[in-house]
């Protein structure tokens, strides 16, 4: 089985936040409420004229040693056969515990007034009936139909790529081992699954 | 407890592309036409969109979309669009949203009963369209105006990005294109000068971004010249915080140093372009020693032959100096020996007289006006030159300094001295742009006439502008308003505008009566406009709030699909098809990618059942005047389409059997199935299928089609034209003015330099999240995003240094000034190290002002309220970073 992973290459990001958008069509998280699955921080540093100015986007993870499943109270959120990080919408208490665990505040919560708005927004095609704590699923639906996640398939600058991080031949395999990319903050031991090149 | 198994089936989230049907279709989210497929599925019985992803067969996007192309679905389901005519009650005022709804019939009705009442003659009236008009309905907007005698069209990529950028570029390449022009090949380049552009990079046009992150992943060096650190900025290896609008100084010490250290590619000089050519100097001016026709092209060229040390005549259009007149190989000199005369006179080359022109453009001097310093411009120019592929970028919006047009032209002088035209690493022209200049050469040959819109290049505006201009084209005896004011002007010996095509110029004065032409007032009374927003997109905002609601403006139409804030100011209100709802009347080549290739769109929703196409409404309109025959006419002669057809299939239409966008999409197939040898069926099906059609791939056209290796390109000599002949006939026709020197020379920006600590030079530039000149701002996704990043997309960026002697901080409200016309807005400061300390910039992205646009109006500042009406003299370019503005709390 595909170890999935993604490597995100912060020489070539340019900001455009078309993977926010790609992912909030493709799995209707709640933008009006400026909650996203994937953020592209936009960070500034150093003074003028040397400034710098760096695009780094944020997602979970999908850790192998995730710190949100251990404190989970009702194994809502578990791992899935691929591996990825998936919560449980019918079983999630919502209790927000996972996400005072993740370290990398991935998770927010898709609340009523969201669940209200989104049924409001897609109709009968609503994805998040539920009130549940919402976060990133590699794009499971896309993936096990042998597409790319909606944010890797549109990124315009090819920064976000995706695929089996134990083939060598593959274009994350070629970047981890090579060790040209690399998690963030790997001392907490939680074993991400995302990678980054910068 | 559930099981773990059924725990993960409960989990498993289906997405929204999940069991989708996709159909192929344009992204209309800005001018890159992306090509892209929609997702649609049955969602509540009703066939919905419910995703679009990049078209993965296409050669220009590559599978991608930027985040306005993800998000420009929700368009379709905007509660506010346009679904119904409109037609202003009685008694309201221009401006005011005060609609009744009425039938197509009744709107039409009232169109024409207005154009009675205020006896609008042909040339009283004017279109205005925004480039969807302008890359989708070119071929019906020039036939509906040539045959129903309207001269004017006001377009708005014009006088902001197309005339006022693209131009400069063209002058020198021959190149022109509605919209847009050429691919730099970032992805084969080692070397990338980017200057004045964000929007054509990373904020966002992804046919070019896709290109881009090639080169960066590949590691090739990015020199990035802006005044603020823009996402385009921020990917470079250096960036240089130029002082605005000395762009152009930068490029002619790059010049300099290049010329005079050898480092251009000689062969290409000699070869393709005018160096080599004789010329002597008459009255300070360079004049190359040349012949002409009755009707001034070119019939020769002098050259030094290197080898034989004569004297020999090139021809006077062509690709190559390498065959003189009689058929004999030749070198050119690029140099003649000091002394050299000929017939008496003192003759150099033209790339001596450059050499001189360029003297007084050293490092030294560019730091003066740059504010760089001499050092990093010489290792720069060292860089540059002696690195290959080595890439100067065109750029993409223009507009901003009187110099425009001479600092994009100088960017592609620069690009002919490293000879990277049609060459890995260099400027790529379209597949589209091959194919027109491959058919006009024919053409040529064979003595043919090439219908307008097949003409190559510059070809094209010189032609169909040129037809706007000359009285004698039309029965009535008017040129455009626009000429007519700059005629009116060179009578009051006023400069006037040489080239106002499809411009605003004399607009306003003609609606308040003020424009004079033969002795009679030349007045507009009547537009009728198609997917324009000039009261955002036009500068300044009260101009044109003064032209919609003038007393003598007669009738206001406006054809669109959201309530833009020019709609508001409209007497009918004609509501159109979305991009994603509409079959279009044309097959179209793919943009500017560089395969020859045939793309459409096909409808993916039912549209909304009372709104109607672009092809329909015009048809209408046409019938209304009572020039239908002559509309399928002009059709027809100008696009090389059958006239029987098009009969055929209109006769249709007006039965009422289809609609005639139906007719006219069902002629284009034809027409372009019989050019390939397929039938219109497997033409529709292959498209239907793929989406694009690649005719023939880049790297066949470049055995063949490469412009300077193997064409001539549309420029009067057929040379890259480093000394410009079209600014020369410039000089003969109007006199000397720096602006159309055909020479090298530096045009410093009009700014004041001694400023007070509240006064700064002003920037403005484009987010990545919001098209320019689109009215697609109102999008909830698109406004999501914008307001998570409010201070850099909205905020006013000013330095902390001035920020901090000025009391201001990041959220405090801000009044800016400008200093030379009073305007004044109110913005919020952003306080960053990401701009010079002498300059402020803002996004030109926000601040609509009708309350319909749920989400974005109100939100942001609108730019077009602090620009003035500046225009410079060639195009009417706009002069939109033109003065200085005071910053106070
Ligand atoms: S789509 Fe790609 S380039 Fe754009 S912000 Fe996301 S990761 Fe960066
Ligand atoms: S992988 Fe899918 S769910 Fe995760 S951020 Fe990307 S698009 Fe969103
Ligand atoms: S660059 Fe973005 S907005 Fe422009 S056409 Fe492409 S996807 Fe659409």
Not at chain 2, 230 to 242: F, G, R
Not at chain 2, 373 to 385: D, N, Q, S, V
Not at chain 2, 713 to 721: A, D, L, Q
Not at chain 2, 859 to 871: E, I, K, S
Request: net charge neutral.
């Amino acid at each position: 089985m595909s170890r999935y992973g993604m490597v995100i290459d912060l020489r070539s990001c340019v900001g455009c936040q078309a993977c926010s958008a790609a992912c909030a069509l493709e799995n209707q998280t709640p933008y009006w409420s400026d909650k996203w699955r994937t953020k592209v921080m936009d960070i500034q540093k150093g003074e003028y004229p040397s400034t710098g100015r760096y695009f780094v986007p944020t997602i979970c993870m999908h850790c192998e040693e995730p710190a949100c499943m251990t404190v989970c109270p009702s194994k809502a959120t578990f791992k899935s056969d691929e591996g990825f990080v998936l919560v449980n919408y019918d079983t999630c208490l919502g209790c927000k515990a996972c996400m005072a665990a993740c370290p990398y505040g991935a998770r927010y919560v898709y609340d009523k007034k969201d669940v209200a708005q989104e049924k409001e927004v897609y109709g009968e095609a609503s994805q998040h009936k539920k009130v549940h704590v919402d976060k990133c699923t590699f794009c499971q639906d896309r993936v096990t139909r042998g597409l790319e996640p909606a944010c890797v398939s549109t990124c315009p600058t090819l920064s976000r790529q995706f695929g089996d991080l134990d083939d060598p031949t593959s274009t994350v395999g070629k970047a981890v081992s090579s060790g040209l990319a690399k998690p963030l903050r790997p001392d907490l031991g939680t074993k991400p699954r995302v990678y980054y090149i910068y | 407890m559930s099981s773990l198994k059924e725990r993960k089936v409960a989990a498993r989230q289906t997405t929204s592309s999940r069991d989708v049907e996709w159909v192929p279709s344009i992204c209309n989210f800005c001018s890159t036409v992306c090509n892209v497929r929609v997702g649609v599925k049955t969602i509540d019985g009703k066939k919905t969109a419910v995703k679009i992803e990049g078209n993965p067969n296409s050669p220009l996007n590559r599978g991608k979309t930027c985040a306005r192309g993800q998000a420009g679905l929700r368009q379709t389901y905007d509660a506010q669009r346009l679904t119904i005519p409109l037609i202003r009650v009685s008694g309201s005022k221009r401006g005011e949203w005060n609609f009744r709804p009425a039938s197509w019939e009744e709107a039409y009705g009232y169109v024409m009963s207005k154009l009675e009442e205020h006896q609008v003659r042909p040339w009283e009236m004017s279109m205005v369209g925004g480039w969807t008009s302008c890359v989708f309905y070119m071929p019906l907007a020039l036939s509906f105006v040539f045959s129903t005698g309207i001269p004017n069209i006001v377009a708005s990529p014009m006088q902001q990005c197309v005339a006022a950028g693209h131009f400069g570029n063209d002058l020198v390449t021959g190149n022109f294109n509605f919209h847009d022009e050429v691919l730099a090949d970032f992805e084969n380049a080692k070397y990338i000068l980017l200057s004045m552009t964000n929007s054509g990079v990373a904020a966002a046009s992804t046919s070019r971004l896709v290109r881009f992150a090639e080169a960066k992943k590949r590691g090739a060096k990015v020199v990035v010249l802006d005044p603020r650190l823009s996402e385009t900025a921020a990917k470079a290896d250096e960036w240089l915080p130029i002082k605005p609008g000395t762009d152009g100084a930068f490029f002619l010490a790059l010049i300099h140093i290049m010329l005079r250290k050898d480092l251009y590619d000689e062969e290409f000089l000699i070869k393709h372009t005018n160096m080599p050519f004789l010329a002597l100097e008459n009255q300070g001016m360079v004049v190359p020693l040349m012949e002409s026709d009755e009707q001034g092209f070119p019939t020769s060229f002098r050259v030094l032959d290197r080898i034989s040390g004569e004297v020999r005549q090139l021809p006077g259009y062509s690709n190559t100096n390498a065959v003189d007149k009689e058929g004999k190989n030749l070198v050119p000199a690029l140099e003649v020996p000091p002394g050299f005369t000929l017939d008496g006179h003192k003759v150099k080359t033209i790339f001596q007289y450059m050499l001189e022109q360029t003297a007084k453009f050293t490092p030294a001097w560019a730091e003066q006006e740059t504010g760089l310093p001499a050092a990093t411009i010489e290792r720069i120019a060292l860089e540059f030159g002696q690195t290959r592929p080595a890439l100067v970028d065109p750029g993409w919006h223009g507009a901003r300094y009187e110099n425009i047009l001479n600092t994009r032209r100088l960017q592609a002088v620069l690009q002919a001295l490293v000879g990277g035209f049609d060459t890995p690493g260099g400027w790529l022209m379209s597949g589209e742009y091959h194919e027109k200049l491959l058919a006009f050469l024919k053409a040529k040959q064979e003595g043919k006439e090439v219908p307008v819109l097949s003409l190559p290049g510059l070809q094209f505006p010189l032609t169909a502008a040129g037809k706007f201009f000359n009285p004698a084209e039309w029965s009535h005896g008017h040129p455009s308003f626009a000429m007519a004011k700059s005629m009116a002007d060179k009578a009051e010996g006023k400069p006037g505008v040489i080239f106002p095509a499809f411009s605003d110029y004399g607009l306003e004065e003609a609606v308040e009566g003020k424009l004079m032409f033969n002795g009679e007032p030349y007045r507009i009374k009547a537009l009728l406009m198609n997917a324009a927003n000039p009261v955002r997109h036009f500068y300044p905002d009260t101009r044109w709030k003064n032209i919609l609601t003038h007393p003598n403006m007669g009738l206001v139409v406006a054809i669109d699909i959201v309530p833009s804030d020019t709609a508001a100011y409209a007497d009918v209100i004609l509501p159109n098809q979305n991009y994603i709802e509409r079959d279009e009347p044309f097959l179209y080549g793919a943009g500017p990618a560089t395969d020859l290739a045939l793309t459409t769109r096909f409808s993916a929703v039912e549209p909304q059942p009372q709104t109607k196409g672009t092809a329909d409404i015009l048809f209408e309109f046409a019938i209304g005047f009572g020039a239908l025959d002559k509309f399928m006419e002009t059709i027809s002669a100008f696009s090389g389409y059958d006239l029987a057809e098009i009969k055929e299939e209109v006769g249709k239409a007006t039965n009422g059997e289809q609609t005639f966008t139906q007719a006219i999409r069902s002629v284009s197939f034809k027409h372009h199935a019989r050019n390939l040898g397929l039938t219109p069926d497997q033409l529709e099906k292959t498209l239907r299928e793929k989406g694009v059609l690649v005719v023939e791939a880049k790297e066949k056209l470049m055995e063949h089609a490469a412009i300077c290796r193997q064409l001539p390109v549309p420029t009067p000599s057929g040379r890259i034209e480093i000394y410009s002949l079209l600014l020369a006939g410039f000089v003969r026709q109007e006199g000397y003015r720096i602006n159309w020197d055909p020479g090298l020379v530096y045009m410093p920006p009009a700014l004041n330099q001694e400023k007070k600590p509240d006064e700064f030079f002003f920037t403005y530039g484009k987010t990545p999240t919001v098209s320019y000149a689109s009215t697609n701002s109102n999008n909830p996704i698109l406004m999501a995003l914008s307001k998570a990043k409010e201070d850099e997309f909205m905020g006013l960026w000013i330095h902390p240094q001035r920020a901090s002697l000025l009391n201001i901080m990041t959220g405090d409200t801000v009044t800016v000034e400008n200093c030379l016309s009073g305007q004044k807005v109110q913005i919020n400061a952003f306080v960053t190290e990401m701009i010079r300390p002498d300059t402020v910039f803002m996004s030109s992205s926000f601040g609509t002002e009708n309350p319909l646009l749920k989400y974005s109006s109100g939100v942001g500042t609108a730019l077009n309220r602090l620009v003035p009406y500046q225009v410079e003299p060639i195009v009417s370019a706009f002069k939109t970073q033109e003065f200085t503005v005071r910053v106070t709390k």
